[in-house]
């Protein structure tokens, strides 16, 4: 199995969701069994908001920095070296200027957006706390978001799956 750096605007399209999935208007909230994951629109220069009582507000551009710090903790655990050997850890900052950006990007499609997660869990699941991680966290529990929020999905039986009929 191999494993490559994602680029930002991978990145960000995965942060980008998060902060603008939610509903009602409101910002996405994860609950992943021990943390409560409130995601922010808004831009943070300084470092992450405390957290308390199990909950965390995760700002969308340090969720952009987050996936793709766990993604060099991946590439170089799968090749045996250290990621600031050959990713330099200021290249994950995220500059006002880039989620400014990404945040007024038209919204993705759900399945390719889906598949871009897919694709990002792939390259940072080889080192061993990856499961342990936020950003593993945030990637099953949006996944799921995005599924729950398809038309398509609210179309379907609650039990049984329906028989697709043949045409």
């Known amino acids: 199995m191999s494993c490559f750096m ?74 045996g070296e250290r990621a600031d050997e050959w990713f330099d850890l200021e290249d994950a900052f995220i500059t006002e200027e880039e989620w400014t950006a990404a945040r007024v990007a038209e919204d993705d499609d759900p399945i390719h957006l889906i598949k871009a997660i897919h694709c990002y869990e792939y390259q940072a699941c080889e080192h061993p706390e990856w499961e342990d991680s936020i950003a593993y966290k945030v990637c099953k529990g949006l996944v799921g978001h995005i599924i729950r929020t398809m038309p398509e999905y609210d179309d379907a039986n609650w039990g049984e799956p329906t028989k697709k009929r043949s045409e």
């Open 6 to 79: 994602v680029n930002r605007e991978h990145a960000l399209a995965i942060a980008r969701a998060a902060v603008s999935r939610g509903l009602h208007g409101e910002t996405l909230r994860l609950y992943t069994g021990d943390i409560r994951i409130d995601f922010c629109p808004e831009f943070y220069a300084d470092p992450l908001p405390p957290s308390s009582g199990g909950t965390m507000t995760l700002p969308g551009n340090r969720l952009a920095e987050l996936l793709l710090l766990e993604n060099a903790k991946s590439v170089a655990s799968r090749y």
